[in-house]
């Protein structure tokens, strides 16, 4: 029996009292919600507080998911050759407790943003996709599946 692969990521929109939101730039997606891959072993809120930390150097605690999110299309990596497979994504609020904002290996800035005008910086549509969900989030659970290469489709929107 072979086992499919799949990659589970986590991602954060980290939201403070004055109603903004933390971005950062990464070197090949440009502005984003900090978030990336749970590591094997890994539980997914230790692995989100780990990446907004590594990302932004912002402590944070986890308030509550709005989406999940599924990227089903398998594509080539940056490098051109190395294949990705399926992507889980899923989506929290988060409130910071702490840090210094601060950029990373991944990331070549970072800043806090009004969350209204959050979609004025970001640009890979996937992203305004999960983004435009936790502005419309009323309670469910936003879910999505999509594709991004050759070009971004939605494939199934619906709330659970």
Not at 8 to 25: M, N
Not at 56 to 70: E, Q, T, Y
Not at 92 to 107: A, H, N, R, Y
Request: proline letters at 4%; hydrophobic letters at 40%.
């Amino acid at each position: 029996m072979t086992w499919p692969t799949h990659i589970v990521a986590v991602s954060g929109i980290v939201e403070d009292e004055e109603g903004q939101v933390l971005l950062v730039k990464t070197h090949h997606g440009g502005w984003v919600c900090p978030g990336g891959q749970v590591e094997v072993g890994e539980n997914l809120i230790d692995a989100l507080i780990r990446e907004i930390k590594e990302e932004s150097g912002i402590d944070v605690i986890v308030s509550h998911l709005f989406g999940v999110f599924s990227n089903s299309g398998v594509h080539k990596w940056y490098d051109g050759l190395t294949e990705v497979p399926t992507k889980v994504m899923l989506d929290f609020v988060c409130k910071p407790i702490g840090g210094q904002l601060s950029t990373s290996d991944e990331t070549s800035d970072c800043r806090w943003v009004p969350k209204e005008q959050a979609l004025d910086m970001i640009t890979a549509p996937a992203i305004i996709t999960r983004y435009q969900a936790y502005l419309n989030f009323n309670g469910k659970t936003h879910y999505m599946d999509y594709v991004t290469k050759p070009n971004f489709e939605v494939k199934l929107s619906r709330t659970v």
